[in-house]
C-alpha cells in the first residue's frame, strides 16, 4: 500500500523555522522525483519546491533562500527546511512523488500537514 506521511507542521511566529518531513512506504522511494506543494482556501495548489531522483533542486522564487529541500533515501524521506517564514507562508503544505516511464507517470500524494505563521 502506497503511503505518504507528512509531519512537521504547525503554529510559528514571524522569522521563525519549521522542518517539514514526508515519509514514503508502498514504493521504491529512490525512483521517483519528489515535490512540495502548499495550497491554501480559494488558491490553487502550488509548487513550492522540487527534487529530482539525482538531487537537483528547483525552488518557487517566493521561497528561494528560504526554504530547503532534501531527501534521504535510505529513510525514505524528503525534507523541506523553511527558514525566515512569513505569513504569507500559511498553507497545507504537500508532498508528492512521480515517476516517470514510457507511457505512463505515476503520482502519489500525502494528506498535508498545515504550516500556520503567525504572531
Known amino acids: 500500500q502506497v503511503q505518504l506521511v507528512e509531519s512537521g507542521g504547525g503554529l510559528v511566529q514571524p522569522g521563525g523555522s519549521l522542518r517539514l518531513s514526508c515519509t514514503a512506504s508502498?514504493?521504491?522511494?529512490?525512483?521517483?522525483?519528489m515535490r512540495w506543494y502548499r495550497q491554501t482556501p480559494g488558491k490553487e495548489r502550488e509548487l513550492v519546491a522540487a527534487i529530482s531522483v539525482g538531487g537537483s533542486t528547483n525552488y518557487a522564487n517566493s521561497v528561494k533562500g528560504r526554504f530547503t529541500i532534501s531527501r534521504h533515501n535510505a529513510k525514505n524521506t524528503v525534507y523541506l527546511q523553511m527558514n525566515s517564514l512569513k505569513p504569507e507562508d500559511t498553507a497545507v503544505y504537500y508532498c508528492k512523488a512521480r515517476e516517470v516511464l514510457p507511457g505512463r507517470v505515476d503520482d502519489y500524494w500525502g494528506q498535508g500537514t498545515q504550516v500556520t505563521v503567525s504572531s
Open positions: 508502498g514504493f521504491t522511494f529512490s525512483n521517483y522525483a
